[in-house]
């Protein structure tokens, strides 16, 4: 029968010289600990060198010694810095690399400490070796320095925080439904709620602080990494020029040099640790000394290369410069143009205006339709718009629009922009007849007031913060259409010279005196006191204003009008007072109508100033944005046809 023996036991212990094995049943001891023992100067103490002799060649297996060697090297990565270069006797003593060299060294000792001022933490970690005598692998546990991780993640939250919300969001809830009721429970609810606010904002700054001091150090130890980086590569790029002279004379081979040099550190620094940056740095220099070699025997070369790189750089960056300046330029037009069809902007616009023309006449017909009045007295606004304004505003708030789409916003837009308030006034008044007798009688007034808001201050009440800062981008690019309504010319050239024109009378009487004032006008830039006269608040586009200004001051009060389209031709012909392109009986002081893109609508006015055999000769205003003097052929096909005035 087979006798079994006990397992033996055994126990360890941490003694002075290290951690010791006790086999406590064969009574024998001995030592594990890997640490140097400490040297006792009293007696030697052979056995015991012996024993550590041993142990010390029974632990150097070769798949051991392999693994040591390895972690000795990732210690030693870990112990030197990566961005301290070992600078040379020789280096040291030149002269003009000396500032270099103060400066790298001076910013690898920032990157130390800022490296050393780390948060480190303790991490336990497995070391498993073997022996050879019995071939047992043996793992050891032991606390290693370490730097702590960036914090990051997402934050622990509390498992009772959830229900707590739903919780006050409930309590919430049925206060607001009987706050109402009472004044003093809804102030005090609202200032709770402020309280808790201000609570739950406070509490996020305090976490943002406190995590923004965290961070510190790794921020200081990334900024002194970067500099340390560049104190490097700026130290290598002078050590280049120092080795190669000729590279000095061109500025594009510096900088190249320069650049070749930095991302071949980078790479090596990256790669690897110190030890094999000094090695990269060598091979940057050596490839630089061929470069320089090779530019030396073949100059001509290099010289037609780089013209050649300089060439191709210029031609792709002026074509990516000028697809993303068309794309911007597309991206910008399209989002400031009106969306609406030109048919629809028109039609809108002539609804409008046909708006604004019966106010005008139920105004001329107030006696009429108030009669019995002993006077009527008037305070009245001019009757206009900014046909712009109108388009701006329609566009912001609906997009796209037609004139039936439109109907009912115009509707409501031109009662908010117009208010006509008759108001009647009884003045008893005395009289005498020829006896000499006074009687009272009553004398009845009838006060007409009509007061005009324009669209632009509308639109700031009508619109949403939004669709108000689109109206203000269509309103200021003008929808890139400033001449569909008309009352313009894109004619940038000069005001023209009369001299020695003679003009040709017809039978019809003209006013000298009107057309005198008009040239007196021009070199006016912008048209403030034309188109403010008439009544807008800001700019418009003026012609039409200058027109119906210049026959005010000749005493006309009619024809007025801003538009040439809807408001100007339809004056002249309905009054019979129109002729077409070609007619000859023109006078001083018509109005000549111009149709630019020939679509069959005014797009510009002016004042007829004469003609010759075959020329007419106007004066304009917002002839580019000024009043000119100019002549165009009788014949031509922009000229729509002329506004006849009778004198």
């Given at each position: 029968?087979?006798?079994l023996?006990?397992?033996?036991?055994?126990?360890?212990?941490?003694?002075?010289?290290?951690?010791?094995?006790?086999?406590?049943?064969?009574?024998?001891?001995?030592?594990?600990?890997?640490?140097?023992?400490?040297?006792?100067f009293?007696?030697?103490d052979?056995?015991?060198?012996?024993?550590?002799?041993?142990?010390?060649?029974?632990?150097?297996?070769?798949?051991?010694?392999?693994?040591?060697?390895?972690k000795?090297?990732?210690?030693?990565?870990?112990?030197?810095?990566?961005?301290?270069?070992?600078?040379?006797?020789?280096?040291?003593?030149?002269?003009?690399?000396?500032?270099?060299?103060?400066?790298?060294?001076?910013?690898?000792?920032?990157l130390?400490?800022a490296?050393?001022?780390?948060?480190?933490?303790k991490?336990?970690?497995?070391?498993?070796?073997?022996?050879?005598?019995t071939?047992?692998?043996?793992?050891?546990?032991?606390?290693?320095?370490?730097?702590?991780?960036?914090?990051?993640?997402?934050?622990?939250?509390?498992?009772?925080?959830?229900?707590?919300?739903e919780?006050?969001?409930?309590?919430?809830?049925?206060?607001?439904?009987?706050?109402?009721?009472?004044?003093?429970?809804?102030?005090?609810?609202?200032?709770?709620?402020?309280a808790?606010?201000?609570?739950?904002?406070?509490?996020?700054?305090?976490?943002?602080?406190?995590?923004?001091?965290?961070?510190?150090?790794?921020?200081?130890?990334?900024?002194?990494?970067?500099?340390?980086?560049?104190?490097?590569?700026?130290?290598?790029?002078?050590?280049?020029?120092?080795?190669?002279p000729?590279?000095?004379?061109?500025?594009?081979?510096?900088?190249?040099?320069?650049?070749k040099?930095?991302?071949?550190?980078?790479?090596?620094?990256?790669?690897?640790?110190?030890?094999?940056?000094?090695a990269?740095?060598?091979?940057?220099?050596?490839?630089?000394?061929?470069?320089?070699?090779?530019?030396?025997?073949?100059?001509?070369?290099?010289?037609?290369?780089?013209?050649?790189?300089?060439?191709?750089?210029?031609?792709s960056?002026?074509?990516?410069?000028?697809?993303?300046?068309?794309?911007?330029?597309?991206n910008?037009?399209?989002?400031?143009?009106?969306?609406?069809?030109?048919?629809?902007?028109?039609?809108?616009?002539?609804?409008?205006?046909?708006?604004?023309?019966?106010?005008?006449?139920?105004?001329?017909?107030?006696?009429?339709?108030?009669?019995?009045?002993?006077?009527?007295r008037?305070?009245?606004?001019?009757?206009?718009?900014?046909?712009?304004e109108?388009?701006?505003?329609?566009?912001?708030?609906?997009?796209?629009?037609t004139?039936?789409?439109?109907?009912?916003?115009?509707?409501?837009?031109?009662?908010?922009?117009?208010?006509l308030?008759?108001?009647?006034?009884?003045?008893?008044?005395?009289?005498?007849?020829?006896?000499?007798?006074?009687?009272?009688?009553?004398?009845?007034?009838l006060?007409?007031?009509?007061?005009?808001?324009?669209?632009?201050?509308?639109?700031?009440?009508?619109?949403?913060?939004?669709q108000?800062?689109?109206?203000?981008?269509?309103?200021?690019?003008?929808?890139?259409?400033?001449?569909?309504?008309?009352?313009?010319?894109?004619d940038?050239?000069?005001?023209?010279?009369?001299?020695?024109?003679?003009f040709?009378?017809?039978?019809?009487?003209g006013?000298?005196?009107?057309?005198?004032?008009?040239?007196?006008?021009?070199?006016?830039?912008?048209?403030?006191?034309?188109?403010?006269?008439?009544?807008?608040?800001?700019?418009?586009?003026?012609?039409?204003?200058?027109?119906?200004?210049?026959?005010?001051?000749?005493?006309?009060?009619?024809?007025?009008?801003?538009?040439?389209?809807?408001?100007?031709?339809?004056?002249?012909?309905?009054?019979?007072?129109?002729?077409?392109?070609?007619?000859?009986?023109?006078?001083?002081?018509?109005?000549?109508?111009?149709?630019?893109?020939?679509?069959?609508?005014?797009?510009?006015?002016?004042?007829?100033?004469g003609?010759?055999g075959s020329?007419?000769?106007?004066v304009?205003?917002?002839?580019?944005?000024?009043?000119?003097?100019?002549?165009y052929?009788?014949?031509?096909?922009?000229?729509?046809?002329?506004?006849?005035?009778?004198?």
């Amino acid at each position: 029968m087979k006798q079994l023996k006990p397992r033996d036991k055994i126990t360890q212990k941490m003694t002075r010289d290290g951690a010791v094995e006790i086999n406590e049943t064969q009574q024998t001891a001995e030592r594990i600990s890997s640490r140097e023992a400490d040297s006792d100067f009293s007696q030697p103490d052979t056995a015991t060198a012996e024993r550590v002799m041993e142990h010390l060649d029974a632990a150097h297996t070769r798949k051991a010694s392999k693994k040591a060697v390895k972690k000795a090297q990732e210690a030693a990565v870990l112990r030197t810095s990566t961005s301290r270069l070992q600078f040379t006797d020789e280096e040291r003593e030149t002269p003009k690399l000396q500032p270099y060299i103060k400066k790298s060294e001076k910013a690898a000792d920032k990157l130390d400490a800022a490296k050393a001022a780390l948060p480190k933490q303790k991490k336990l970690v497995k070391e498993r070796t073997f022996e050879e005598t019995t071939g047992k692998a043996k793992t050891r546990l032991r606390f290693e320095e370490q730097e702590k991780p960036i914090p990051g993640g997402k934050a622990h939250s509390n498992p009772l925080s959830h229900p707590a919300q739903e919780a006050g969001i409930f309590v919430h809830n049925k206060i607001h439904s009987v706050e109402k009721d009472n004044s003093g429970v809804e102030g005090a609810h609202k200032s709770e709620e402020l309280a808790e606010r201000g609570a739950r904002y406070g509490t996020r700054k305090l976490k943002q602080g406190y995590r923004s001091h965290k961070l510190k150090p790794y921020r200081e130890a990334a900024k002194a990494e970067q500099a340390a980086f560049k104190a490097n590569v700026n130290f290598q790029y002078h050590k280049a020029l120092q080795e190669n002279p000729q590279l000095t004379s061109n500025p594009f081979s510096r900088f190249m040099q320069k650049q070749k040099i930095k991302r071949q550190y980078a790479k090596t620094v990256k790669k690897s640790g110190s030890a094999t940056a000094k090695a990269a740095a060598g091979a940057s220099q050596t490839a630089a000394k061929k470069a320089a070699a090779f530019a030396g025997r073949h100059p001509a070369g290099v010289i037609i290369a780089i013209a050649a790189l300089l060439l191709f750089i210029m031609v792709s960056v002026g074509l990516s410069s000028c697809g993303a300046m068309f794309s911007g330029s597309m991206n910008s037009v399209l989002g400031t143009s009106y969306t609406s069809e030109d048919s629809d902007l028109v039609a809108t616009e002539q609804s409008y205006a046909a708006m604004e023309n019966e106010l005008q006449q139920e105004i001329d017909n107030i006696e009429s339709t108030h009669s019995g009045y002993d006077e009527y007295r008037y305070d009245l606004d001019t009757i206009g718009h900014n046909p712009h304004e109108l388009a701006s505003y329609l566009t912001a708030l609906l997009q796209s629009y037609t004139p039936q789409s439109a109907q009912a916003e115009l509707k409501r837009l031109f009662g908010l922009q117009y208010t006509l308030t008759l108001t009647e006034e009884i003045e008893i008044r005395t009289t005498t007849d020829e006896e000499g007798n006074e009687e009272e009688y009553e004398y009845r007034i009838l006060n007409v007031k009509l007061t005009n808001k324009p669209i632009a201050s509308l639109a700031e009440e009508l619109l949403n913060p939004q669709q108000f800062e689109m109206f203000k981008v269509y309103l200021q690019t003008q929808g890139n259409k400033p001449l569909i309504f008309g009352g313009g010319s894109p004619d940038g050239s000069p005001s023209e010279d009369l001299s020695g024109v003679e003009f040709v009378n017809g039978t019809r009487p003209g006013n000298p005196e009107l057309m005198e004032l008009a040239k007196q006008q021009v070199g006016n830039v912008g048209g403030y006191p034309y188109w403010s006269w008439y009544g807008f608040n800001s700019r418009v586009e003026w012609c039409a204003c200058f027109v119906s200004w210049c026959y005010n001051q000749a005493g006309k009060s009619e024809p007025r009008f801003a538009g040439c389209e809807w408001q100007g031709v339809p004056w002249f012909q309905s009054r019979g007072q129109w002729g077409a392109r070609g007619y000859e009986n023109i006078a001083p002081g018509d109005a000549i109508f111009f149709d630019w893109d020939l679509d069959g609508v005014a797009d510009h006015v002016g004042l007829v100033l004469g003609r010759d055999g075959s020329r007419v000769y106007t004066v304009e205003g917002n002839s580019g944005d000024a009043c000119k003097i100019k002549s165009y052929d009788l014949n031509y096909q922009c000229i729509k046809g002329y506004g006849l005035m009778n004198w």
